[in-house]
T-cell receptor, first 113, second 110 residues
Framework: NAGVTQTPKFQVLKTGQSMTLQCAQD?????MYWYRQDPGMGLRLIYY???????DKGEVPNGYNVSRLNKREFSLRLESAAPSQTSVYFC????????????FGSGTRLTVV | TQLLEQSPQFLSIQEGENLTVYCNSS?????LQWYRQEPGEGPVLLVT?????EVKKLKRLTFQFGDARKDSSLHITAAQPGDTGLYLC??????????FGTGTRLQVTL
């Protein structure tokens, strides 16, 4: 059982380049999330998808787009990367319901130069 | 906007010592989750607390939820090097969005 799988694990982009971060879960979870983690800032929610076919903005959505391709997959796209988007990105999933925990992937470390 | 404050930010102790870390909110928690994150990995859920005054134990870890549901603590007894990591509290909030505190970074040395 793989849980939440993120690709790639590392990426270096030049300013202005675009890329898509991939995320897939095999736990039949309804909800999926993208967070970014920066030193001293904790984990901040970028976008989430409460169920297949829906997406909503989180705390820091500017500069990002998402696609909930199906129940398993939730991708994050940077259309024109900026140095401020240098961060570690985590995808997570969970079952619907207040008390369910989140299962996180191991992260993508992105550097924009 | 809810603010979650964790203290202390950093804690370095020796093996065998006890410690407590805190999580405080500017508003009432919906339900509170504690996670531990090791370097190079994503956070892993330790516990969920829901009811004010609730106490949960996980081996050497004891989690308390304040009566007013605006604060929580995590106590570790006889810390071990394997306890090293970033401890995060989070409020599940509304609309299934988890809001995290900034974390307590714990280093346990031999």
């Amino acid at each position: 059982n793989a849980g939440v799988t993120q690709t790639p694990k590392f990426q270096v982009l030049k300013t202005g380049q675009s890329m898509t971060l991939q995320c897939a879960q095999d736990m039949n979870h309804n909800s999926m999330y993208w967070y970014r983690q920066d030193p001293g800032m904790g984990l901040r929610l970028i976008y989430y998808s409460a169920s297949e076919g829906t997406t909503d903005k989180g705390e820091v959505p500017n500069g990002y787009n998402v696609s909930r391709l199906n129940k398993r997959e939730f991708s994050l796209r940077l259309e024109s990367a900026a140095p401020s988007q240098t961060s570690v990105y985590f995808c997570a999933s969970r079952m619907t319901g207040r008390d369910y925990g989140y299962t996180f992937g191991s992260g993508t470390r992105l550097t924009v130069v | 906007t809810q603010l979650l404050e964790q203290s202390p930010q950093f804690l370095s102790i020796q093996e065998g010592e006890n410690l407590t870390v805190y999580c405080n909110s500017s508003s009432v928690f919906s339900s509170l989750q504690w996670y531990r994150q090791e370097p190079g990995e994503g956070p892993v859920l330790l516990v969920t607390v829901v009811t004010g005054g609730e106490v949960k134990k996980l081996k050497r870890l004891t989690f308390q939820f304040g009566d007013a549901r605006k604060d929580s603590s995590l106590h570790i007894t006889a810390a071990q090097p394997g306890d090293t990591g970033l401890y995060l509290c989070g409020d599940t909030g509304t609309a299934s969005k988890l809001t995290f505190g900034t974390g307590t970074r714990l280093q346990v040395t031999l």
